[in-house]
């Protein structure tokens, strides 16, 4: 039996490539038996949409809320499913996101992040360095104390394994 902080904690922002980095925490989580601890970081005057984030329409927090706890679950079901073979662990907060992920990943297996970085193969004239990795990537990087995982969209096939209940 895993301990009960074993996890592998994932960050989702709605993108393509936080989409490949949830189905790749699952099907490690998956492997190695653990708990996947999925956690988005709201910025307080927002509203996240499925892929995207738009300005509050509503000027309700409350409303807010709920529309964004809806589109979070949207973004969990098709990469993770729903067999229960999984444990998983949404959680929808309010903050800094480097700041937020950093403290969920303490005493984690490992801390999974997307990156629409390019890879090598990617990259346009001879020279030209890939894109940098955005400043909450860097930040987990530099100060996680668990290893940190950046999986880009091109890496990870979009196909969902598993059916979500409706």
Not at 35 to 60: F, I, K, M, W
Not at 94 to 123: F, I, K, M, T, W
């Amino acid at each position: 039996m895993t301990a009960p902080s074993a996890r592998v904690v994932v960050g989702i922002d709605g993108s393509p490539a936080s989409a490949a980095a949830l189905r790749w925490a699952a099907a490690e989580a998956r492997i190695r038996g653990l708990r996947l601890h999925v956690v988005q970081v709201l910025d307080q005057h927002v509203v996240v949409a499925p892929g995207h984030l738009t300005p509050s329409a509503t000027g309700n927090a409350s409303a807010d809320h709920a529309a964004a706890e809806s589109a979070f679950k949207a973004l969990i079901c098709e990469p993770v499913g729903t067999d229960g073979e999984l444990a998983v662990q949404p959680e929808l907060v309010e903050g800094l996101p480097s700041q937020v992920l950093l403290d969920r990943a303490a005493g984690a297996a490992l801390l999974v992040l997307g990156s629409s970085r390019p890879d090598a193969a990617d990259v346009g004239p001879v020279g030209k360095p890939p894109a940098p990795l955005g400043p909450v990537a860097r930040d987990c990087l530099r100060a996680a104390s668990c290893p940190v995982v950046i999986v880009t969209s091109q890496r990870v096939p979009l196909k969902a394994e598993r059916a979500c209940a409706g």
